[in-house]
């Protein structure tokens, strides 16, 4: 299987936001992961994101408890990627009738999550659309603040090297690969290989880890860029400059992505091109203060910035 082939053709999207931003170029700044209004002595940072076809795994196990979460850690990340510290989020759910229980859930959730991030949950917009919508959708926008002296560069140096941070799993991209290649000859609710004590479903549905932690040590440090490894996986490297990044010591990728590879007969490359197959986060820094950022946090050096215009990992070069 392929990500093309399951429905989600990575090139063609790129070329639609493309197409969109060049439709709007000149009307605001932005960074790779954040957009930037000039407020006086800060900046205004903003992102927004949903949490995509995971939701159809939620629903298919009624289980809506962690989406929220999902929703949340998608948008707040982009921000930290960004040195945008995030302050208040927004939410947006659409939906084709409504459904106390579920909505209950969905907002247990973004409260947990705003909770760990330290973000204000400050309302959202719950839209009843029964002729556009078939099931639910559930997105959100994240607003945070930012010096100057805050943002990071955005463009890795040949020299720096990467410090990466482990993924909780899956997250929240790649779901419709992932979705197509559990249920070829499983069903949702069909005990995880090797983890008797939780569904195929359940292990799909583990929440994005949310990477607000780190924004303190972050900007305390030399960080030169930063990327939240999401759709497109080991190439959102490539959206910290163009270089070649030698990734010698990556995370250990989860059970799930193994599952996936094996369930849909995935290739290694087309893994890696979709998933974060365990690493979630990754800054590059000068030599000394990665070695700092590993003391203060849970990362570890994983690799480091050369010259070049690829992404090297695990023998592939993306």
Known sequence: MTYAGAGVDIDESEAAVEALAGAVAGLGDTTEYAGLVDIGEQYLGLATDGVGTKLLVAEALSDYSTIGIDCMAMNVNDLVASGVEPVAFVDYLAVDEPD???????????????????????????????????????????????????????????GDTIVGFPSSG?????????RQAATESHAYTDPFPGEEAASIGEVLLEPTRLYTYLLDDLRSLETHAAAHVTGGGWTNLSRMGSFR??????????????????????????????????????????????????????????????????????????
Do not use: K
């Open 170 to 178: 899956i997250h929240s991209n790649g779901l419709t690969l992932a």
């Open 245 to 318: 990044y030698e990734i010698t010591d990556p995370f250990d990728a989860q059970p799930v992505f193994e599952f996936v590879q094996e369930a849909g007969n995935v290739s290694n490359e087309e893994m890696h091109r979709t998933f974060n197959m365990g690493t979630g986060f990754v800054a590059a820094l000068p030599e000394g203060d990665a070695e700092s950022l590993v003391e203060a946090t849970d990362g570890e050096l994983i690799g480091r910035v050369e010259a070049g215009d690829s992404v090297a990992v695990r023998g592939l070069e993306l």
């Open 100 to 158: 106390d229980s579920m909505t209950e859930e969905i907002g247990a959730g973004l409260a947990a999550a705003a909770e760990a991030a330290g973000v204000a949950l400050v309302g959202g917009e719950t839209a009843v659309l029964p002729e556009v919508i078939d099931g639910f959708d559930l997105a959100g926008t994240a607003a945070g603040l930012a010096s100057e002296d805050d943002l990071f560069d955005g463009e890795a140096e040949v």
